[in-house]
């Protein structure tokens, strides 16, 4: 079987029919048609084996989770996704991981409404680049740099859950049953928070998606806006799982610094906080809740209830 | 270095600064305006590390052949480059390469007026993904399915030179001087034929860029169109440099089967040739060679002085 035949049996018809799509899989390019009065939204994330998720991990997992790394930065701008291309690099052709995978991405895009237009199908290492595109009305795209001093910091969800799955599945923190199951589930398929990102457009002063870690993306939310920011620890949200197996301490290390959570994070000037309970109270809307606030300087500091704490530095796609 | 430090450093003004890029890279997506009364147009192409390009390129023709690829795709389309996203997989932060890399990508993207506007880094095996964003005036699209029996076939430029650039390179064709240097840079650094593609807009019925070797490139555009092909191998344009190393039967296997050559290959009803006259004698326009025509049937068949040749399969991105 070649590239082509490849691509053509698995991925011609992955993800959502749109009647946006003018062109999809199968010519040099796709040709889309933004809706009028938005803007162009494209991002692009990118899965590398052994590094971004453990060797041996089911294809089906390993679509969802390629595609929803990228829904996420789209959420985290308050936009509509529609469209993917996939860049996909295989060590051979391995048709039951190869069905997983599409399994997995299209079951994702399905609930997105996502289209996949085109994609380039090569042999090498086990590497997964997904490009997604969105619109957004123009001018209304939620961004890292708006947050000011006052501003509230929230984040939606159980930080720390997805890392702690992780750590689950390779053996660094021991647990069975329920609370383990839930864990493991947090990191194999993150649920990105689509719906609520857009609900945040005209409420949020500025919001990022946490994927390196909760201390780490609020520092670069907070160094784009040019501002500092205090986490309360005893606010931050950690899940009964979590807690159960973790502990409270190494539940709030894993809730700060665990990364792979692809909640949003943002910022909320007092005076939308109504407008904040609107959003939130919406049917299907996460779990949201009010972990600090925005302060003058350029520091991310972590409050205890005895005094400061160390600050998780965050993922470094870089460390060995 | 971390990895943001990194991007920061090298990506945050690759390419051209462009007045429809609202938001580029740094954020979690970026925000583009695509003009009123056009299509989105988008493809993806991959290089991998020793399999794309020989291992030990240097950074500079990594780069340049990355974006080259895509532009390739856009040019197919008759379509104009606007914005690109880079998912690039590094196994070390090699400044040196880095700074390589960034300098042959940047060179082609002023030349064409594309701006960077996001991208991934990650750490892994030698991967390189190049989204390429641009438009074209709605429904004026160039695809590969238009073809009908009795156009002609055309192709631009000289291809099999890259190829044989390619197998000098590694080896497997020897050579010295001008011939040698000027086929080598037709492999390092392709020239993708953007403004003659969009030149080719109402008069090509179908057009596919040569990536995988002419004789399959042409399979497929004729399979997209439900008809087959005839090439006249006495037709086939073989530049000086290529016969002289290759000799005119291996200059046409290279020509015919060799791949890499990012020409474009299409086709135009005899109704049209006065237009294609004024748009190949437009300033700058590539030479373009009649090399057959559009038949009944499902074939692509070459034509020699003494019956028919063998057509070459094109290259499988899967065979081992």
Redesign the interface.
Known sequence: ????E?IDRYFARVGAARGDV??GV?????????P?GH??????????????FPRGTRGDDVGWRALAVNL???A??G?TPA?A???L?LP??DEEWLEGFVSGFSQLALAHQVAL?????????L?V?V????Y?P?GT?L???GARVGDLVYVTGWPGDAAAGLALLEGRLAGQGASRGALEGKFRRPEPRVAFGARLRGVASA???VSDGLAADLG?LAA?SGVGAIIRAAELPLSRALFALAGEARAREFALGGGDDYELLFTVPPSARAALAAATGAAGAPACHCIGEIVAGRAVRVLGERGELPVPRGW????T
């Open positions: 079987m070649d590239e082509f490849l003018v062109l199968g010519d040099d390019a796709a040709l889309l048609r933004v009028e803007e162009l939204v494209a991002c692009t994330d990118t899965l590398v084996d052994g590094r971004h996420s930065d789209i985290a701008m936009a469209w291309t996939l860049a690099t051979s052709v237009v085109g994609g380039d199908t090569t042999k090498g290492p590497t680049s490009q997604l595109l969105g957004v123009s795209a961004r890292r740099h919001c990022i998606d670069r784009a470094d796609h870089f460390a």
